[in-house]
């Protein structure tokens, strides 16, 4: 009997020691392509310890500010308290984040758009949006939350809640998406699109296909009908009872499936009378074809309204394709990256953006961490692939301001700025003199107007 004790107790040890270390897994270290990862530096405040690397000062910065202020309404909503400081783990950009090593396998194998999480880590990144990382943020402390609300803090309790509180993947996904994101225009169009489609019968059907957008609508039913008090209120009484439909009753005083009922007509009596108010935009439809339902990332249509670009990407897997608006005939001018079913697929690339000529796509992606710009002729079906300055970090937007020059809204040293670009020019150096120009700021258009007096330049500097 001792030394059964000692055993379970030892267990119970070796549990803990993991639980408050982050591990590598060896033999699945990832390919890195810089060395910023080789010295981290933190920032501790009064609910957390914000690491970050290399450039990313100005980033972590702006997550330990942004946490701090919403970490008091997330805790009003859940109402539940840790005793313990959370960590925030921040990267410059995805591509950063997918080369990482910290944390476990399950913390890369996620959805795009979800928070990553390990224990109390939360992993989040810049995409140019501070909406964005606020979103990140909030979604990591309310799973971290939740967590430990629904299944407890220690090993007992963990388990025994795992194996007893079976709960439906709309039920917890979809209030970390409410917590993170308050309810808007874009995700409200989502919902009418799903429920007037004729595609779902019910809720159900509904959450089986989409469990985020069904979840955070539920949700935000609950707070909207029964007042916010209520949310936190079906989380406590389910956790108690083990049972969703237990907590619907005693909290909603409406059984499980009348409730979702109930949420049903809610949404569909609210469309149906804005839709008295609308009227479909006069035009013709573009067929696309997209039989296996590829991610649709960017499109643009030409100058001449003659043709259409866009970019299906295939879980990483990504072709940029130009069709014909009258025809319908399509062609592949640009692929690349691959199929990965494990990471979070980047989305944001790559960018596209017609020249204002109609005889030029710009393509803008990324290889090795470096960024590139391919541009491709329509004319002569032939394309010109350059490098770009490795000090953007982050290209997030592409835009031709008139036909020699690209406006690019970038990350560069952590921050977010708008930057000129020539290709022509930039070519010009990088043929003769082995570099690469990144017009940035007035003192670079200055340098170019004196070396290319030919060249109209619009100088834009940074606030």
Known sequence: MFRLLMLFVSLLLCVGVTAQTSQVVFGKNRVQHHR??????????????????????YIGQAVVQTAEHDFREVQQILEHRLNEKLQ??????????????????????????????????????????????????????????????????????????????????????????????????????QLRQALLSGEY??????????????????????????????????????RINRSVETGFLYVLGTPYQVALTDWQQYFLKRYEIDAQQRALPTGREVAIRNKRQHALTQLTISPNGQQVAYVLNDIGRYKV????????????????????????????YPLIAWNPSGQELAVLYENR????????????????????????????SMSYLNPATLLFSATVSGYSDIFLSYPAIAAYYNRFLGT?????????????????????????CAS
């Open 436 to 460: 690469t120009v990144m017009l940035s700021q007035c003192k670079f258009a200055v340098e170019v107007a004196y070396f290319f007096p030919l060249i109209e330049t619009i100088p834009i």
């Open 321 to 348: 394709f130009i069709q014909d608006v009258q025809t319908g005939e399509r062609k592949v001018v640009f692929k690349s990256g691959f199929r990965n079913a494990i990471q979070a697929t980047d989305y944001d």
């Open 88 to 189: 925030i783990i921040v990267y410059v950009d995805l591509t950063d984040l997918k080369q990482s090593n910290i944390g476990n396998d399950e913390t890369f194998t996620n959805v795009a758009g979800q928070t990553k999480i390990a224990g109390n880590k939360i992993f989040v990144y810049f995409n140019g949006d501070h909406n964005d990382l606020r979103r990140q943020i909030r979604e990591g402390i309310a799973t971290v939350y939740l967590e430990a609300m629904l299944f407890g803090s220690n090993l007992q309790e963990m388990v025994q809640n795992a194996v007893l509180l079976n709960l439906p993947d709309w039920f917890k996904d979809g209030l970390v998406k409410y917590v993170g994101e308050s309810w808007n225009t874009t995700l409200d169009d």
């Open 369 to 396: 961490d470096r960024p590139r710009l391919v541009r491709y002729s329509v004319l002569t079906d032939k394309a010109l692939v350059e490098e770009l300055s490795t000090e953007y970090q982050r290209v997030h």
């Open 201 to 238: 019968e019910n809720f159900e059907a509904l959450a089986l296909d989409k469990p985020l957008l069904a979840g955070q609508a539920f949700w935000y039913y609950v707070a909207e009908v029964y007042g916010l008090p209520t949310v936190s209120n079906l989380l406590y009484l389910t």
């Open 36 to 57: 910023d990862f080789d010295e981290w530096m933190k920032y501790e405040s009064d609910n957390f310890i914000t690491y970050w690397y290399g450039e990313g000062r």
